[in-house]
């Protein structure tokens, strides 16, 4: 098991910026970006296969890039214009997300 571990999660205004990163202690080649806003399912945002094969959710499309360091094992999602509909903890797993994997998750709150 290759432990996930969240960070960069905050509070910032709508049309602000994060960026969150997800360190592993290994590399692992499929890794994807998920959140869960309250009372809601926990959906996948954006995935990243090998060194630059992505794909986003509709509603982050445009607005979120997911990237990666090998050199680090850690992958990134940076976040723009960021609305409260985005609001929700946000977690890193394997893509598929794999249950051993869950972490935490890291907190992002959008609000004026």
């Known amino acids: 098991q290759v432990p996930l571990v969240e960070s960069g999660g905050g509070l910032v205004q709508p049309g602000g910026s994060l960026r969150l990163s997800c360190a592993a202690s290994?590399?692992?080649?499929?890794m994807g970006w998920y959140r869960q806003a309250p009372g809601k399912a926990r959906e996948l945002v954006a995935w990243?296969?090998?060194?630059?094969?992505?794909n986003y959710s509709d509603s982050v499309k445009g607005r979120f890039t997911i990237s990666r360091s090998y050199g680090k094992n850690t992958v990134y999602l940076q976040m723009n214009s960021l609305k409260p509909e985005d609001t929700a903890v946000y977690y890193c797993?394997?893509?598929?997300?794999?249950?051993?994997?869950w972490g935490q998750g890291t907190q992002v709150t959008v609000s004026s």
């Open positions: 290994g590399s692992i080649f499929g």
């Open positions: 797993n394997k893509h598929p997300p794999d249950a051993l994997y």
């Open positions: 990243i296969r090998g060194p630059d094969f992505t």
